[in-house]
């Protein structure tokens, strides 16, 4: 009876007042004071309203059901389908969309319906590996935003891949603690290909100029991470250098002069195919016939094997030194040993002069670091 009075009177009043009423009726069914003759008829009034010709009652609708854990499913799935602004208060607040309802949304394409999904309170790991996967770029930076999402690291990956040249959704990926030391190093080459490409470097500093320089900011951030990567993730960062062709015999000479063996161990392992026991037992104690035949099995030729053979010894020698490691003092007693080498053998010289290029890098991050910590210190 009461169904059919309000469907009369709802013929003749108004927008207004239709809005009103809507906002009574949910406010009404929210609290749940209600006997199941009552919830039955106001759930009927309910998808009555769903119909209403004007949007501001529906908007009335979603705005008094958005939040309500009871609200009737087909009433709030209809809503989530409705015109822009009634979809977007469901989609982002209600409790009664589950994983696959938010996942339908998210496949549908529409950037402004995802972005209302990267809003909500809580994004489950599904729900966000379906935004990593299909997500408009705008969509995906709002997720990245939300400190409530759960995104497994597989999904971080695929963003990168994704939207790696994108230069917002880069820098949100920086920030991430949980970004995987590969797709870092991913990110690190992209960035430093979109520097190299832009106008402003082209125009300030020229093309070749801004190429160099890019090439060796990225070059220095790939050895820093090499150096800071946690123990699980060197394999992981090892593959991915590998397969980049980045594990040249001057970025593991440097890593071995800075006295990085575990990094420089774990690609030993992964370019020799030699086990990780063996590849360490060799470095640490091995004859230099051992360290010979290591090293010639990465590909190494017979000019060079000798000078990473002397690389591993000045290690052995200075990591048995009290003041630890230096990494300037390793190279440049490397260069001086294998100086009349380089005259004869264009290998080696060539090796030696990277090694020695990469060492000014590192030199120059390394004052620049302490410079940073002293004006650290002075604030």
Same mark, same amino acid.
């Given at each position: 009876?009461?169904?059919?009075?309000?469907?009369?009177?709802?013929?003749?009043?108004?927008?207004?007042?239709?809005?009103?009423?809507?906002?009574?009726?949910?406010?009404?069914?929210?609290?749940?004071?209600?006997?199941?003759?009552?919830?039955?008829?106001?759930?009927?009034?309910?998808?009555?309203?769903?119909?209403?010709?004007?949007?501001?009652?529906?908007?009335?609708?979603?705005?008094?059901?958005?939040?309500?854990?009871?609200?009737?499913?087909?009433?709030?799935?209809?809503?989530?389908?409705?015109?822009?602004?009634?979809?977007?208060?469901?989609?982002?607040?209600?409790?009664?969309?589950?994983?696959?309802?938010?996942?339908?949304?998210?496949?549908?394409?529409?950037?402004?319906?995802?972005?209302?999904?990267?809003?909500?309170?809580?994004?489950?790991?599904?729900?966000?590996?379906?935004?990593?996967?299909?997500?408009?770029?705008?969509?995906?930076?709002?997720?990245?935003?939300?400190?409530?999402?759960?995104?497994?690291?597989?999904?971080?990956?695929?963003?990168?891949?994704?939207?790696?040249?994108? $230069?917002?959704? %880069? =820098?949100?990926?920086? #920030? /991430?603690?949980?970004? +995987?030391?590969? !797709?870092?190093?991913? &990110?690190?080459? @992209?960035?430093?290909?979109?520097?190299?490409?832009?106008?402003?470097?082209?125009?300030?500093?020229?093309?070749?100029?801004?190429?160099?320089?890019?090439?060796?900011?990225?070059?220095?951030?790939?050895?820093?991470?090499?150096?800071?990567?946690?123990?699980?993730?060197?394999?992981?960062?090892?593959?991915?250098?590998?397969?980049?062709?980045?594990?040249?015999?001057?970025?593991?000479?440097?890593?071995?002069?800075?006295?990085?063996?575990?990094?420089?161990?774990?690609?030993?392992?992964?370019?020799?195919?030699?086990?990780?026991?063996?590849?360490?037992?060799?470095?640490?104690?091995?004859?230099?016939?051992?360290?010979? $035949?290591?090293? %010639? =099995?990465?590909?190494? #030729? /017979?000019?060079?094997? +000798?000078?990473? !053979?002397?690389?591993? &010894?000045?290690? @052995?020698?200075?990591?048995?030194?009290?003041?630890?490691?230096?990494?300037?003092?390793?190279?440049?007693?490397?260069?001086?040993?294998?100086?009349?080498?380089?005259?004869?053998?264009?290998?080696?010289?060539?090796?030696?002069?990277?090694?020695?290029?990469?060492?000014?890098?590192?030199?120059?991050?390394?004052?620049?670091?302490?410079?940073?910590?002293?004006?650290?210190?002075?604030?």
């Amino acid at each position: 009876m009461i169904v059919k009075s309000f469907l009369k009177w709802s013929e003749t009043a108004s927008t207004s007042e239709r809005c009103r009423a809507t906002k009574a009726l949910t406010q009404a069914y929210a609290e749940g004071h209600m006997d199941p003759s009552e919830r039955n008829a106001a759930e009927a009034a309910l998808s009555f309203l769903l119909e209403d010709p004007s949007p501001k009652v529906r908007l009335a609708l979603a705005e008094g059901l958005a939040t309500v854990e009871h609200a009737p499913r087909s009433i709030v799935v209809a809503l989530a389908a409705d015109q822009l602004e009634v979809a977007g208060r469901i989609i982002a607040l209600s409790p009664v969309l589950g994983d696959s309802d938010l996942i339908e949304i998210v496949a549908s394409g529409r950037s402004s319906l995802q972005q209302f999904v990267a809003f909500r309170r809580e994004v489950s790991v599904s729900v966000a590996a379906a935004l990593a996967e299909v997500g408009t770029a705008r969509a995906v930076a709002d997720m990245l935003d939300n400190p409530q999402v759960s995104v497994a690291r597989i999904s971080v990956r695929r963003i990168a891949e994704r939207f790696g040249d994108d $230069a917002e959704i %880069r =820098s949100r990926l920086f #920030d /991430r603690t949980d970004l +995987p030391c590969d !797709v870092r190093q991913q &990110l690190v080459e @992209r960035l430093g290909a979109a520097l190299a490409g832009s106008n402003f470097i082209r125009s300030a500093i020229g093309g070749s100029r801004g190429r160099k320089v890019t090439e060796e900011a990225c070059l220095s951030a790939t050895l820093r991470l090499a150096e800071t990567v946690v123990q699980d993730e060197i394999p992981a960062l090892v593959e991915h250098l590998r397969m980049s062709g980045r594990l040249t015999p001057a970025f593991l000479m440097h890593t071995l002069c800075a006295g990085n063996v575990d990094f420089f161990a774990a690609a030993v392992v992964s370019l020799s195919g030699i086990s990780d026991s063996r590849v360490r037992g060799i470095l640490v104690d091995g004859r230099e016939a051992a360290m010979r $035949a290591l090293y %010639r =099995s990465i590909g190494l #030729d /017979r000019e060079l094997a +000798p000078v990473f !053979v002397t690389a591993t &010894l000045l290690w @052995r020698a200075a990591s048995h030194r009290s003041g630890g490691m230096d990494t300037g003092r390793v190279s440049s007693e490397l260069m001086s040993r294998h100086a009349a080498d380089a005259q004869r053998q264009p290998a080696v010289a060539d090796l030696l002069r990277l090694v020695e290029s990469l060492h000014l890098i590192w030199h120059r991050q390394a004052s620049r670091d302490y410079a940073h910590a002293l004006a650290a210190e002075a604030a």
